[in-house]
């Protein structure tokens, strides 16, 4: 009988020393977060354009992640963004559960208010700080009342002009007002991950401007505290691979906003740019996975979507989203890493690259078919959506 692709292609990679089945039951393990906010309108601060069938409330969010997980395979959940999703939670969390779909992380928004004009958890103002601490709590309650055990805490904090502030004094408010919502993140079994950002909408500093200040906080906080690495909020060049491995040491990195960055926020397709970043990024996940001490730290890492999409269609977009994780995901399960040590110990340096790339380089379309046959998936995935009712129907919404 003639061998199918796959079967070459595994044999291929058990010569190279890689368990195959071994990366088929990893990838079982891949939770996808979908970010609700990913299939809505949505667009820049200059404009959002509008495309038929957009989203316009939780449960149409919800219907469309489900259509994502349907075609991508196993394993997903919805990430829910308050007040963007306000509803009747009950509702939500019964109509997400009878999907047989879970809820993501919990993602908070302090920043479509006049009042936080300067600011929300370090506002120099006593008020509104309180405000803030208020909306987290509230974010926690709704996070306990849908069954999300984390939360992702992003504050827009931050001056734009030297002198507005003083550092300080804003980093004394900063923690004490984390500290609250992390006392009742903790009281209500909520994870609380912290997301810094290089910039914006603050231009001059930012009070959570980076992993090392993120840290700083979870630290302060307690180990329920842990740090979110959203890929688009770091200077160019910056290797994220390398903060994703001391994160994971320090038992720091919570979650993961994917995306690819070419104007700094939610904006692009993750690995659509910048494929190879992506895969050293997942790489460091594996690795963790691979070590006995790190196991677990890793294995908790949330791996969320942050996106939005202003020009590209919404569902379609998002499917390839979740493919191009899965993609750098198995690649990375395909480094032979008692290799690539040896290789690295020795100094080999373009031995200890070409073992790296040896894995990026394989085409994994083969082995995700494989592995979405086994849990009942036939075909392509974005072929399958765009052939499917569900895509007709979506446009006639409304
Ligand atoms: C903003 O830059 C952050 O990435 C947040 O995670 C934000 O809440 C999310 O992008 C939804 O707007
Ligand atoms: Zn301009
Ligand atoms: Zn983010
Ligand atoms: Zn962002």
Redesign the pocket.
Known sequence: MDRTGFEILAEKLEKNGIDVEWVLRELDQLLVEV?S?GFSKSGTRFFSFEQKGDARDFFERVDDCEQVLKYTGKGGQICM?IPWDQCDYKAAREYVEEKGMTFGTL???M?QDNDFRLGTLANSDKKIRKKTVDTLNHCIDVAHTVGAKSL?V?TIDGSDIPGQNDYRMRRKWMLESLKEGYDHAVSCGVQYNI?Y?LF?PSSYHMDIPDWGTALYYASRLGEQAKV?V?L??HAFGVNVAQIVSLLIDEQRLGAF?LNDNVCA??DLIPGTINPLRLFAIENEIVAGICEKETESSARSVLQGL?I?FYIEPKVEAMILSVVNLQTAYAKALLVNRKKLQQLQLDNDILGANQCLMQAYHTDVSLLLEEWRNRHGIQGDPYTNYIHSEYFADRKKRG
């Open positions: 970010p906010w963004h993602n908070t928004n920043f992702n992003w997301e950002k914006e979110t959203d688009g909020h906003h926020d939610d942050d939005s």
